[in-house]
């Protein structure tokens, strides 16, 4: 996904305006769904790298604790 950072440094500054206690999250749980086996790990690594950047920026700028992530593929089969 092009501009991951982006894309979620928003959602996730939107999830902390409309949270009542007004904080970051401590965790996400992200889904993703589209990649095929030849590039899964090639994919992973890059939205990885990109997720673990933009939280650790987050935390310095917020001063609060590490947000953990945790990143579910789906992948389909179609020989059923």
Known sequence: IQNLGR?????????????KRK?????LIIY????????????IAHEKVAIKTLL????KEHR?????????TAQRQHKY
Do not use: N, W
Request: charged residues 25%.
């Open 7 to 19: 894309y979620l440094r928003r959602a996730i500054e939107d999830f902390k305006k409309r949270s």
């Open 23 to 27: 904080t970051l999250p401590s965790h």
């Open 32 to 43: 993703r769904g589209g990649v095929s086996e030849g590039a899964y790990l090639s994919v």
């Open 56 to 59: 650790a920026e987050l935390q």
């Open 64 to 72: 609060c604790p590490p947000i953990g992530f945790t990143m579910i």
